[in-house]
């Protein structure tokens, strides 16, 4: 089975690197289950960081709100790392050439101030909250691969790490407000398109934090001080067609913008 799933990694890379439309690993490339997908997701990480030197600097949660597990027909969290060479700043441009389906979602990010190592697990969300440090708007940006989503296979979504192609932070805050009633709106090109509150990310946006600090554990991952975790889109992506400014507006913690060309 090893030797099976770097296989499948290397065949994801591969993928990446032709600009291949997404599609489902079985049965040419079984993964016969979620535990499989996420070794195969360490091994396509581990790949991509050996390519391109960058470290994991933090981690995202996807399908935390119902609209997005609508979306795509799972009913359940999913997760996927993030490199350090994939953050942006508030103001940037991003190029649709550069992916083959860019997607934005619309989230609140976590940074955290202490580890979590998995030894400490179980983790429940008042130890989390004790451990985040600050918090901020921010972007996800992923690239589906022009996915059918009428045939979606979570397994293989884990194994190309939950799509993720990057995060667009605004300015992280030391102190915020109760997170749950918080609302968030986005703009495209001044018009609003979508609007979401803290509450739709299962409940409160330090719940899917508790379910992926206990998810690393199992995998004898934990969370380190600095590194941030994105915790699942308000609002459904959105994904630009062409020249497009993007605003994300939290109340009581900010803002930020993309531009996309």
């Known amino acids: 089975m090893p030797k ?53 600097a933090g981690y ?34 991003l190029a649709l050439a550069e992916h083959v389906h860019l997607g934005l979602e619309f989230e609140i990010c976590a940074r955290f ?5 998995p030894g400490d697990a179980p983790y429940d969300r008042e130890r989390i909250a004790d451990a985040v440090d600050a918090v901020c708007p921010a972007f996800e940006v992923v690239d589906d691969r ?19 192609a990057g995060v667009v932070f605004g300015e992280f805050k ?14 495209r090109d001044g018009a609003e398109i979508g609007r979401g509150t803290g509450a739709d990310v299962l409940g409160h946006p330090f719940e899917p934090l508790t379910w992926l600090a206990n998810h690393l554990a199992e995998l004898d991952i934990g969370l380190k001080a600095g590194q ?11 994904f630009p067609a062409g020249p497009e400014r993007y605003d994300f507006d939290v109340s009581g913690l900010g803002h930020v913008d993309v531009t996309v060309r």
């Not at 995202?60 to 942006?88: E, F, S, Y």
């Not at 030391?174 to 703009?187: C, N």
């Not at 941030?228 to 959105?238: D, N």
């Open 113 to 117: 101030g202490r580890d979590l190592p």
């Open 228 to 238: 941030f975790v994105m915790t699942g889109s308000l609002v459904t992506t959105r």
């Open 60 to 93: 995202k949660i996807g399908l935390t709100t119902k609209r997005m597990q609508h979306m795509c027909g799972i009913d359940h969290p999913i997760a996927g790392a993030v490199l350090a060479d994939r953050i942006h700043r508030s103001g940037t441009t």
């Open 146 to 164: 022009s996915a059918d989503y009428a045939g979606l296979d979570v397994r293989s979504l884990v194994a190309d790490n939950s799509w993720n």
């Open 174 to 187: 030391t102190s915020w407000p109760e997170l749950a009633p918080v609302e968030g709106v986005v703009r």
């Open 4 to 56: 099976d799933l770097d296989r499948i990694a290397r065949e994801l890379m591969r993928q990446h690197r032709q600009r291949e439309k997404f599609g489902t690993l079985s049965p040419a490339w079984p993964v016969d289950d979620l535990e499989a997908a996420y070794e195969v997701q360490g091994r396509f990480v581990d790949l991509m960081r050996a390519e391109s030197g960058a470290a994991i």
